[in-house]
């Protein structure tokens, strides 16, 4: 039997919990943070149509939140199948948010593969948190972003 293996990529941003969920669960913000979702095709009810490196997805997002976390699971459905990718918020003992992506890989992905994926996370996250941190800081200081 093979298993899929997972691994995680972690920053910490300078926002609320909360406010960290509510842009990620917007799925018409996917292609402001990642690489990954290109170009919003058309939306159907919850769902938005994007061209990605692989193909035309239709993609959903699913959120729970807690008193002090959050959590955003990312819904695709390909032509060849479904992938789900998530996201996690933590709001540590500072007032900083914690933020974890999941990722799951097929046993076959060679490593230098997964490598590039994971690197690739890790520099969404970067994109994330200058978002949210910019958003934050408009929010406190009265700017406008």
């Known amino acids: 039997m093979h298993h899929n293996h997972s691994a995680n990529r972690c920053v910490m941003i300078d926002c609320d919990v909360g406010d960290a969920l ?39 997002i699913r959120t729970k939140q807690g008193t002090d976390w959050a959590a955003a699971r990312i819904h695709s459905r390909f032509e060849s199948g479904e992938d789900s990718a998530l996201l996690h918020f933590t709001r540590n003992n500072t007032g900083q948010t914690l933020a974890s992506f999941y990722a799951t890989f097929p046993p076959a992905l060679p490593e230098k593969r997964r490598a590039g994926v994971l690197d690739q996370i890790e520099r969404e996250l970067f994109r994330l948190k200058a978002i949210l941190e910019r958003m934050h800081a408009a929010k406190t200081t009265g700017m406008i972003v």
């Open 22 to 60: 509510a842009f990620v669960r917007e799925v018409a913000n996917l292609p402001a943070w990642t690489f990954f979702f290109r170009n919003a095709i058309n939306r159907q009810d919850d769902r938005i149509r994007f061209d990605t490196p692989l193909g035309e997805c239709l993609t959903r």
